[in-house]
């Protein structure tokens, strides 16, 4: 007989030789000790559970914290939680550097979704941003409606191009009235009064009666000292003694102002 099948015989000969109580109490201490084990891997597990979950939660009340924004009622302006992005560069864009000038108000907007980089992943903040490229900008941080309207043809030189919508969304409230001959020129760089008089008509701000020289580089009889002064007041750019009207904005530049304009 093998081993296995002697070692096996010989203890079904001792089991079969213990009386009834002693089989009762070694059947007891047998359930007793199963039972032990089995809550204790049931507390255990129950606790790595919880933990879980615990952690679970922090990480996303933390999270929830850090990108929470409110949507203020009427104007549709952005109100949001600063510590995301406004104090800590993370490197969203490749060409955005800590050192790039408005690199953490480019980072605030484009958490808050007003504005993104192109399909490369770049955000090219020193190209000159185009009359029609201002208002597709613009109207994403404005969280423009357009209701359902047929929203194209309204300039000779504005059909149904990507940014159509947002240009005669603009000449549809009054915003723009174009050049002459009813052309708006979209691809034209626009230039700091311009798109200074894009933002007060898109926030409906309202101008000064009489208007004050603030800038050195601003005269009376200048169609855009009143939306100069506007800016001045609400804050729209850098403080600085000259407006330089001419000035085209770039993609950084208007990332600027409408983070000023949206805080």
Not at 86 to 115: C, M, S, W
Not at 207 to 216: K, T
Request: overall charge negative; hydrophobic content about 40%.
């Amino acid at each position: 007989m093998p081993k296995k099948e002697k070692k096996a015989d010989s203890f079904l000969k001792k089991i079969k030789g213990l009386d009834d109580h002693a089989f009762t109490i070694l059947l007891i201490l047998f359930v007793l000790f199963s039972g032990y084990t089995m809550v204790s891997f049931y507390l255990s597990t129950g606790n790595q559970i919880d933990l879980l979950k615990a952690d679970l939660l922090l990480a996303n009340e933390r999270d929830r914290e850090a990108r929470e924004t409110i949507l203020l009622s009427g104007d549709s302006l952005v109100e949001t939680n600063e510590t995301l992005s406004d104090n800590i560069h993370r490197g969203v864009f490749p060409d955005v550097g800590e050192d790039t000038q408005h690199a953490h108000k480019i980072e605030n907007l484009y958490d808050r979704g007003v504005i993104k980089g192109y399909q490369d992943g770049y955000f090219r903040p020193d190209q000159v941003v185009s009359r029609a490229e201002f208002w597709v900008m613009l109207n994403k941080a404005i969280d423009a409606d357009f209701g359902g309207m047929q929203l194209e043809n309204c300039f000779e030189d504005v059909k149904n191009e990507w940014f159509a919508a947002d240009v005669c969304f603009a000449k549809e409230k009054g915003f723009i009235a174009g050049y002459d001959g009813n052309f708006y020129r979209p691809y034209q760089p626009v230039n700091k009064a311009e798109a200074t008089k894009m933002i007060v008509e898109a926030l409906g701000l309202v101008l000064p009666v009489e208007s004050e020289i603030i800038y050195g580089d601003v005269d009376l009889d200048d169609w855009f000292l009143p939306y100069a002064n506007v800016a001045a007041v609400e804050g729209f750019y850098e403080q600085g003694d000259t407006f330089s009207p001419d000035y085209n904005l770039r993609r950084g530049d208007v990332a600027g102002v409408i983070y000023n304009v949206l805080n």
